[in-house]
Nanobody, 124 residues
């Protein structure tokens, strides 16, 4: 069964760090397409915060640029989000998503395959 599974969330203090992981199982060429990280807080729409395309080009939402780093491991079909200097406003449910059939234009675009979400809580 093909699935996308996110992990690595948790609770940290202001200024702390976390690394999120996303494993795409059953999608042979997941890392050859678009991969992205999103987050959502209650009462707000889910927003994309980072994307990586087929050739490794990166895109970030302004509020996380310089603090978050998206990366992927093609051999493992895995996606990562390294987060440093976390702030209370980063508190959200974080989701990973893949779109194997699109190689470019990965930021603010449609994704059809989603992980289940992992909670990140940053306390002041």
């Amino acid at each position: 069964e093909a699935q996308v599974v996110a992990s690595g969330g948790g609770s940290v203090s202001d200024g702390g760090s976390l690394r999120l992981s996303c494993q795409a199982s059953g999608y042979q060429y997941a890392a050859a397409g678009c991969m992205g990280w999103f987050r959502q807080v209650p009462g707000k729409e889910r927003e994309q915060i980072a994307a990586i395309d087929s050739e490794g080009s990166l895109s970030y939402e302004d509020s996380v640029r310089g603090r978050f780093t998206i990366s992927k491991d093609k051999a493992k079909n895995a996606l990562y989000l390294q987060m440093v200097s976390l702030k209370p406003e980063d508190t959200a449910m974080y989701y990973c998503a893949i779109e194997p059939d699109r190689r470019f234009g990965c930021y603010k675009s449609e994704y059809n395959y989603w992980g289940q979400g992992t909670q990140v809580t940053v306390s002041s």
